[in-house]
């Protein structure tokens, strides 16, 4: 069965730091991934997500996400955090063969001045 | 902008009663879906909906059930409250059917059972 594991539970790093949050997922065919962010008290919203094409991918407030298939890892990175990133970031993967988006138990990332 | 809203942000009921959780979406998307959130464990889906009247089980069905009598509202019910089904529950929407289009999500909403 597809599955994803997001490495740390939880991430702290000051204001203007580098970030990297780590997601890996168990191999198949054709997957699927995404990024989804929660700010507190809020829904999920999509920070970006790979179908295919460059594995480098762009998404909203300066995250990307590179789709690596030999390591079968879709990291997200930013180069400079703000306060305004604290929040819970969660990966998920889909695939062709399997029905449904499995999420990871996510990564919370705590930015401090 | 797609708008996902959850009836209450906030809930409390007693062990045994009939809970009714309700959702709307009013960007006329295809497809519904209900997830519980629970520390560590991520998210989690309980039921999905690909258009009116139609339901599919998610990986945790057990104690729920859900309704989608019109396009832009699915209700996911509790028949019986139990305390192990206190937890933030989620709505999402989609656009395009399947697994890989962008869902929606509403703000959620936190039961506690007592």
């Known amino acids: 069965a597809q599955s994803v594991t997001q490495l740390d539970s939880q991430v702290p790093v000051f204001e203007e730091a580098p970030v990297e949050l780590r997601c890996n997922y168990s191999s198949s065919v054709s997957v699927y991934l995404f990024w989804y962010v929660q700010y507190p008290n809020q829904g999920l919203q999509l920070l970006l997500k790979?179908?295919?094409?460059?594995?480098l991918v762009k998404g909203i407030n300066g995250f990307e996400a590179e789709f690596n298939k030999s390591q079968t890892s879709f990291h997200l990175r930013k180069p400079s955090v703000h306060i305004s990133d604290t929040a819970e970031y969660f990966c998920a993967v889909s695939s062709t063969d399997t029905d449904k988006l499995i999420f990871g138990t996510g990564t919370r990332l705590q930015v401090f001045p | 902008d797609v708008k996902v809203t959850q009836s209450s942000r906030y809930l409390v009921k007693r062990t045994g009663e009939k809970v009714f959780l309700e959702c709307v979406q009013d960007?006329?998307?295809?497809?519904m879906f209900w997830y519980r959130q629970d520390p560590g464990l991520g998210l989690r889906l309980i039921y999905f909906s690909y258009d009116v009247k139609m339901k599919e089980k998610g990986d945790i069905p057990e104690g729920y059930s859900v309704s989608r009598e019109k396009k832009e509202r699915f209700s996911l019910i509790l028949e019986s409250a139990s305390t192990n089904q206190t937890s933030m529950y989620l709505c999402a929407s989609s656009l395009l059917a399947g697994f890989t289009d962008t869902q929606y999500f509403g703000p959620g909403t936190r039961l506690t059972v007592l």
């Open positions: 960007m006329d998307h295809e497809n």
């Open positions: 790979y179908l295919s094409g460059s594995t």
